[in-house]
Nanobody, 121 residues
Framework: VQLQASGGGLVQPGGSLRLSCAPS????????MGWFRQVPGKERDFVAG????????YYADSVKGRFTISRDSAKNTMYLQMSSLKFDDSAVYYC???????????????WGQGTLVTVSS
């Protein structure tokens, strides 16, 4: 399974971006899909996740109210709508798949290649 992440770019503080993640294989209802981000020298941090079957969502406290994770089952695609972006949101964003809900990156067996988000004025 390969995950293709896209949508990163340069945005000003307060701006918005939407990331997409499209797995090459089918995503089953038992799967949990997540977004992580990483800056140099630090571990990957959980940003948001979604249960594929129920659509239940989970967020890191740092992004609650600003980011929205969603999925389109028909398109087998996951999204991360990011709004009110801050300098601290700058990172490489990764999408990943796990067999159940987890905020620890080690639980995820499949990863996208990462897409860079830079928040700068």
């Amino acid at each position: 399974v390969q995950l293709q992440a896209s949508g990163g770019g340069l945005v000003q503080p307060g701006g918005s971006l939407r990331l997409s993640c499209a797995p090459s294989g089918r995503t089953y209802s038992s799967h949990f899909m997540g977004w992580f981000r990483q800056v140099p020298g630090k571990e990957r941090d959980f940003v948001a996740g979604i249960r594929w079957g129920t659509g239940r969502t989970y967020y890191a406290d740092s992004v609650k109210g600003r980011f929205t994770i969603s999925r389109d089952s028909a398109k087998n695609t996951m999204y991360l709508q990011m709004s009110s972006l801050k300098f601290d949101d700058s990172a490489v964003y990764y999408c990943a798949r796990a067999n159940g809900y987890d905020t620890n990156w080690r639980a995820y067996g499949y990863w996208g290649q990462g897409t860079l988000v830079t928040v700068s004025s």
